[in-house]
Nanobody, 115 residues
Framework: QVQLVESGGGLVQPGGSLRLSCTVSGFTFSLYTMNWYRRAPGKEREFVATVSTGGSANYADSVKGRFTIIRDNIKNTVYLQMNSLKAEDTAMYYC?????????WGQGTQVTVSS
């Protein structure tokens, strides 16, 4: 059974940092690209970052230079290090992978940036 479990969200002040984690089970983690998405209140879900099986990363323009996605194939975990957080980063953050043409999602972790 494929499972993606996010953690690490919370309330942080503008300019602060958080590290999100997504631990997966039920498939061979190292063989799949991993992604982070987010959904802000009243908005569509949007792409945040992706990391390939080889560790190459790409980011949405809105987070480039502030967020870093890293994978640990030993721990079956993908991380999203978020620095210089802004109020507009407030959203539910979701971990995602596509396996056999099916999208798998975690339950999400809430990030709130507010003073």
């Amino acid at each position: 059974q494929v499972q993606l479990v996010e953690s690490g969200g919370g309330l942080v002040q503008p300019g602060g940092s958080l590290r999100l984690s997504c631990t997966v089970s039920g498939f061979t983690f190292s063989l799949y690209t991993m992604n982070w998405y987010r959904r802000a209140p009243g908005k569509e879900r949007e792409f945040v970052a992706t990391v390939s099986t080889g560790g190459s990363a790409n980011y949405a323009d809105s987070v480039k230079g502030r967020f870093t996605i890293i994978r640990d194939n030993i721990k079956n975990t993908v991380y999203l290090q978020m620095n210089s957080l802004k109020a507009e980063d407030t959203a539910m953050y979701y971990c995602n992978t596509v396996r056999r043409n099916y999208n798998y999602w975690g339950q999400g972790t809430q990030v709130t940036v507010s003073s």
